[in-house]
């Protein structure tokens, strides 16, 4: 069956560090794959996309990784700082054509002073 | 700035109620979507939109319909709320490439 899954659903680190989400899919080829941050109560914002074959984004703070041997997609926030604490999302676009992306359930991230 | 719209960031409805949600896009995107969150379960796709007077059904569309008679407006419809329908909902938009989603506020509805 397909299935798309962020590898925790929270995930707590201390001010200044490097913080790591992982996005993982099984059965799926997409053509990219997107990441979002929502905050509580707040619909979710585009942060980055990342093509199938790109291995590597950059924005920033933010660098996005895509493997597609390992079906495995990471996300990193150099420096963190409080105000990077949100909920993270990965969303799929299938290569199959004109269908909607496909969302992971999210990653709560808390970024500890 | 682009913008999508919804008419309500809190509802509190009745069992039983027709409950109508609208989303409003200021972008001529061609791709609309209703999806509903609740925790743990992520979001989840209920209808999307291609084109006008076009619709699709998602993952959950048991309990609503959706209706896209402009290109610009994507409304969904409850029509008898049912308490299982206590949920934030969120309405998002895009370009036919689906490269970035733009998503409103959220309307966070409760049914009692």
């Known amino acids: 069956s397909q299935k798309i899954e962020q590898n925790s659903e929270a995930l707590n680190i201390q001010e200044g560090k490097t913080a790591t989400l992982t996005c993982n899919y099984t059965n799926y080829s997409p053509a990219y794959l997107q990441w979002y941050r929502q905050d509580p109560g707040r619909g979710p914002v585009f942060l980055l996309l990342?093509?199938?074959?790109?291995k590597e984004k950059r924005k920033e703070r933010l660098k996005v990784t895509f493997d597609t041997t390992l079906k495995q997609s990471l996300f990193h926030i150099t420096a963190s700082q409080p105000a990077d604490s949100a909920t993270y999302l990965c969303?799929?676009?299938?290569?199959?054509?004109?269908?909607?992306?496909?969302f992971g359930k999210g990653t709560r991230l808390s970024v500890i002073a | 700035d682009v913008k999508v719209t919804q008419s309500s960031r809190y509802l509190v409805k009745r069992t039983g109620e027709k409950v109508f949600l609208e989303c409003v896009q200021d972008?001529?995107?061609?791709?609309m979507f209703w999806y509903r969150q609740d925790p743990g379960l992520g979001l989840r796709l209920i209808y999307f939109s291609y084109d006008v007077k076009m619709k699709e059904k998602g993952d959950i569309p048991e309990g609503y319909s959706v209706s896209r008679e402009k290109k610009e407006r994507f409304s969904l419809i409850l029509e008898s709320a049912s308490t299982n329908q206590t949920s934030m909902y969120l309405c998002a938009s895009t370009t036919g490439s689906q490269e970035k989603l733009f998503f409103g506020s959220g309307t966070q509805l409760s049914v009692l």
């Open positions: 972008m001529d995107h061609e791709n």
């Open positions: 969303a799929l676009a299938l290569s199959s054509g004109n269908t909607p992306l496909v």
């Open positions: 990342i093509r199938e074959n790109e």
